[in-house]
C-alpha cells in the first residue's frame, strides 16, 4: 500500500484546514437560521416580512454598539460605561435640543451635544487607562457609575421631551431606496471601521497592541494615542448610536441604556471577537448583533419571561467564551 508524498499530505492538510475554517465561518449564519426557523415553529409571525424587516432595524443599533466594543476588545480592554453613556447622551442631546427652542435648527445643537459628550466620556477613558495605566475593567465600571449619577441628575430621573419632530422623522422614520435610516447608518459604521482595520496603520496597531503588547512597543507603535484615539472612537460610536436610540423612542431617556453594555459584548463574543484581544473584526460583530437580535425577537414573540432572556444571554456568553477556547487549541 502506497503512503502518499509530502505534497500530497500537505494538500490534504490545507484541504482540511480550509474546510475547519469555513465550517467556523459559516456556524454563526446557520445558528441564525436555525434559530428563526425553531422560533417560526412555534410563532408563525417569526417568519414574516415585517419581522424580517424589524429584526434587521433592531439589529442596526446593537450592531452599532457592538461595533463600538470591538474597537476597544481588540485591544484587550472593554467599556462597561457603554449603556449609561447610552443614557447620558440621551438625555444631553435632548435638553440641548430643548434648550434651543426645539425647532429643526436645534437638532444640529443636539447632534453636536451628544456626540461632543461621547467623545469627552471616551477621551477620559483613554487617558485613565493608557495615559495612568489603570485597569480598563475597573476604569470604565468607575466611569459607569460617574456617568448614571450624571444621568440621573441632569434630568431629576425623568425623560425629556418636547424633542423636534423632524428629529424622529429624519433619523427613525426615514428611509433612502427604501432602507430605514439606521440600517444604513450601521451600514456606514461598518463600512468605514472594517476599511479602518484593514487598511490604516491605526487599525494594525489596534490589532498588534492586543495580540502582544510589548511587541507593539518594540514595533515603535505609540500605545498611548492609538489606545486613547480607540475608547474615543469607541464612546463617539456609541453617542451615534444613542442619538438614533433618541430619535427612534422620542425623547431623552435617562435609562435608555439598560442592558446594551452586556448585550454588545455579547454580540462581539459570539460573533468571533477574542476578549484576549488581537483577533476578530466588526463582520464578526454585525453577526453577533445579528444572531442576539433573532433569539431576543423570538423569546419576545413567544412571550418568554425577561429574567429567563438574561439568563439565556448569560448561557450564550459563557459557552461562546467555551468554544472558542476549545478552538484555538
Known amino acids: 500500500m502506497s503512503t502518499p508524498s509530502g505534497t500530497q499530505a500537505a494538500a490534504v492538510r490545507a484541504s482540511a484546514t480550509s474546510l475547519v475554517a469555513g465550517l467556523r465561518a459559516a456556524r454563526l449564519p446557520i445558528a441564525i437560521l436555525c434559530t428563526l426557523v425553531l422560533f417560526g415553529l412555534i410563532e408563525p409571525r417569526v417568519l414574516s416580512l415585517g419581522n424580517f ?29 457603554l449603556g449609561y453613556t ?16 426645539g425647532g429643526d435648527a436645534a437638532i444640529l445643537w443636539g447632534l453636536g451635544a451628544g456626540i461632543l459628550v461621547a467623545a469627552l466620556i471616551g477621551l477620559a477613558n483613554g487617558l485613565l487607562i493608557a495615559g495612568i495605566g489603570i485597569n480598563p475593567l475597573v ?8 456617568v448614571m449619577a450624571f444621568a440621573s441628575t441632569v434630568s431629576d430621573g425623568f425623560p425629556v421631551t418636547g424633542l423636534p419632530p423632524g428629529f424622529t422623522a429624519m433619523f427613525a ?3 433612502v431606496l427604501s432602507i430605514p435610516v439606521p440600517i444604513l447608518v450601521a451600514a456606514l459604521v461598518f463600512a468605514l471601521l472594517f476599511l479602518t482595520l484593514k487598511a490604516t496603520r491605526f487599525g494594525r496597531s ?13 514595533a515603535g ?26 430619535a427612534r423612542t422620542g425623547s431623552g431617556e435617562p435609562n435608555l441604556g439598560g442592558n446594551l453594555t452586556l448585550e454588545a459584548i455579547a454580540a462581539a463574543v459570539v460573533g468571533g471577537v477574542r476578549l484576549s484581544g488581537g483577533e476578530g473584526g466588526v463582520g464578526a460583530a454585525v453577526l453577533g448583533a ?3 437580535t433573532v433569539l431576543s425577537n423570538g423569546m419576545n414573540l413567544v412571550q418568554i419571561d425577561g429574567y429567563l432572556q438574561q439568563i ?17 487549541r
Do not use: K, W
Open 53 to 81: 424587516r424589524n429584526i434587521a432595524i433592531q439589529a442596526s443599533y446593537l450592531a452599532i454598539f457592538a461595533m463600538a466594543q470591538t474597537m476597544v476588545i481588540l485591544t484587550r480592554g472593554f467599556d462597561l460605561s
Open 86 to 101: 447610552v443614557s447620558l447622551v440621551s438625555v444631553a442631546a435632548s435638553m440641548a435640543m430643548v434648550a434651543m427652542g
Open 139 to 146: 476604569t470604565t465600571l468607575g466611569m459607569a457609575n460617574v
Open 173 to 175: 422614520q426615514a428611509s
Open 206 to 218: 489596534l490589532y498588534i497592541i492586543g495580540a502582544n503588547p510589548r511587541a507593539a512597543v518594540a
Open 221 to 246: 507603535i505609540r500605545t498611548m494615542p492609538v489606545l486613547v484615539v480607540a475608547y474615543m472612537l469607541c464612546s463617539v460610536l456609541i453617542g451615534l448610536g444613542a442619538l438614533l436610540l433618541t
Open 290 to 292: 445579528l444572531f442576539i
Open 312 to 328: 439565556c444571554l448569560g448561557v450564550i456568553i459563557i459557552v461562546s467564551l467555551i468554544v472558542s477556547r476549545d478552538v484555538r
